[in-house]
Nanobody, 122 residues
Framework: QVQLVEPGGGLVQAGGSLRLSCAAS????????MGWFRQAPGKEREFVAR????????YYADSVKGRFTISRDNAKNTVYLQMNTLKPDDTAVYYC???????????????WGQGTQVTVSS
């Protein structure tokens, strides 16, 4: 059974930092592209960042480029999202996802975490 578990999240002031993690089980983690998505209230789920299987390439949404960093540790079956200089507009439920395509489309990802709330206060 595939599981993606995302502890973390929380409340942070604007300008602050937060690190999300996502631990995978039931899959050969290193064979999957990993991504982060987010969904704010009343909005559609949107792409945040993705990382290739070995971690050699990453790609970001324009809205987070230069502020967020995605990374992975295949030995620990874990992907991370370091979020710096957070803004109130970053408030959303954040989801990690695993898929076979190096894509920004949520429909290309096969497995999803349960989501974790990130709230940025002004």
């Amino acid at each position: 059974q595939v599981q993606l578990v995302e502890p973390g999240g929380g409340l942070v002031q604007a300008g602050g930092s937060l690190r999300l993690s996502c631990a995978a089980s039931g899959v050969t983690f290193s064979s999957y592209v990993m991504g982060w998505f987010r969904q704010a209230p009343g909005k559609e789920r949107e792409f945040v960042a993705r990382i290739r299987r070995s971690g050699e390439n990453t790609y970001y949404a324009d809205s987070v480029k230069g502020r967020f960093t995605i990374s992975r540790d295949n030995a620990k079956n874990t992907v991370y999202l370091q979020m710096n200089t957070l803004k109130p507009d970053d408030t959303a439920v954040y989801y990690c996802a695993a898929g076979q395509r190096y894509s920004s489309w949520w429909s290309d990802f096969d497995f999803w975490g349960q989501g974790t709330q990130v709230t940025v206060s002004s």
